[in-house]
C-alpha cells in the first residue's frame, strides 16, 4: 500500500485536482443550483422541516387563544364583580330614598295633637299559618318595645300591636289577625264601636266592626279610626274603611266589614309606638 501511494501519490493529487476543478466548474454552471446529493437530502428534509414549523406555529396560535381566553375570562369576571357590586350600591341607594321617604311622610302627618316616642323597624318575616296574621320586626327590648305597643306605617295607619318581644326581634298581631280586639271610632259620626279580627274575615284581609252604635247609618267608604278609650292605645290612627254592613248568624246584630288602609303584604318598614302623650 505504501509503494502504492509513493508510487501513484503524484497522479492521486493530480485527480483530486481535477476532481477539485471539475465540481467548480459544475457548480459555476448550475448556477448555485444544489448539487445531486444535496437536491436529495433537501427533498426528504423539506416535508419533515414543513410539518414541524406548522406544528409550532399551530401550538403557538393555541397558546395564544389560550392565553386571551383566560384574560377574557378574568376581565370578564372582574366586569361581573363590579356589575354586582354597582347594583348592591343601587339598592342600598334607593332603600335610603325609600326609607327618607317614609320617615318625611310619618313626620309630614302626625297628629299635631299628640306627641310620639317612635321606632323604625323593618319587617323580616310573615306568618305563613290560616289561623293568624303577624308580622316579625328587626328591632326589641333592646330598643325600648314592649307588648301592647302599637304600630304603624309611614301615613299612620295601623298596621296592629306589638303580641311578643324578644331582645331584637318582636311579633306584631296585625290587625286583621282573628285574636286581634281594640277600640274603634267612626270619623263621620263619630260613634263608638269595637275593632275585632275573625278567621274568615282574615282569608280575605279584612276584619269587622262590631257592636254599632244605634241607627248609625254607616255608609261605604265611612273611615274608622282607633278611639283611644283605656289610654292603652292612641287614637286617631286610621284602621281602615267601610265596606259593607252584614247581619251576624244569629240575625240579631249587624256589623260592618272594613277594609284596612295599609297594604299588609307589601309592607317593608313600619314605625312602633313606643310612648304618646297627649298635647293640650
Known amino acids: ?63 395564544s387563544d389560550a392565553f386571551e381566553q383566560e384574560q377574557m375570562k378574568e376581565e370578564l369576571e372582574a366586569l361581573k364583580q363590579e356589575n354586582a357590586e354597582l347594583k348592591a350600591k343601587e339598592r342600598e341607594y334607593e332603600a335610603a330614598i325609600q326609607e327618607n321617604q317614609r320617615l318625611y311622610n310619618l313626620l309630614e302627618l302626625t297628629p299635631k295633637d ?5 321606632e323604625a323597624a323593618m319587617v323580616t318575616a310573615r306568618s305563613t ?11 326589641g327590648t333592646n330598643q325600648g318595645i314592649a307588648v301592647d305597643n302599637c304600630v304603624v306605617d309611614e301615613y299612620w295607619n295601623l298596621v296592629g300591636v306589638v303580641a311578643e318581644v324578644g331582645e331584637n326581634w318582636c311579633t306584631v298581631r296585625t290587625l286583621i289577625d282573628a285574636n286581634m280586639e281594640l277600640g ?7 260613634g263608638a264601636a269595637i275593632l275585632e279580627g275573625d278567621l274568615a274575615l282574615m282569608e280575605e284581609g279584612k276584619l269587622k266592626l262590631t257592636y254599632l252604635p244605634e241607627n248609625s247609618q254607616l255608609m261605604s267608604g265611612d273611615l274608622v279610626t282607633t278611639s283611644g278609650r283605656g289610654g292603652v292605645y292612641p287614637s286617631g290612627l ?3 274603611h267601610v265596606e259593607e ?36
Open 1 to 63: 500500500m505504501k509503494d502504492f501511494f509513493r508510487h501513484n501519490g503524484i497522479l492521486i493529487l493530480i485527480a483530486a485536482i481535477l476532481l477539485a476543478l471539475v465540481t467548480a466548474v459544475v457548480s459555476m454552471l448550475l448556477g448555485g443550483k444544489a448539487n445531486p446529493l444535496a437536491n436529495l437530502v433537501g427533498i426528504v428534509t423539506t416535508p419533515v422541516r414543513n410539518g414541524i414549523s406548522a406544528v409550532t406555529n399551530w401550538a403557538e396560535e393555541r397558546y
Open 114 to 118: 299628640k306627641q310620639f316616642t317612635k
Open 129 to 139: 299559618s290560616n289561623w293568624e296574621s303577624t308580622l316579625t320586626l328587626s328591632k
Open 184 to 190: 274603634g271610632q267612626l270619623v263621620r259620626t263619630g
Open 238 to 240: 286610621v284602621a281602615g
Open 245 to 280: 254592613v252584614r247581619t251576624d248568624a244569629s240575625g240579631m246584630t249587624d256589623y260592618a266589614v272594613i277594609v284596612p288602609e295599609t297594604d299588609l303584604d307589601n309592607l317593608q318598614q313600619v314605625f312602633v309606638i313606643k310612648d304618646f302623650t297627649i298635647v293640650e
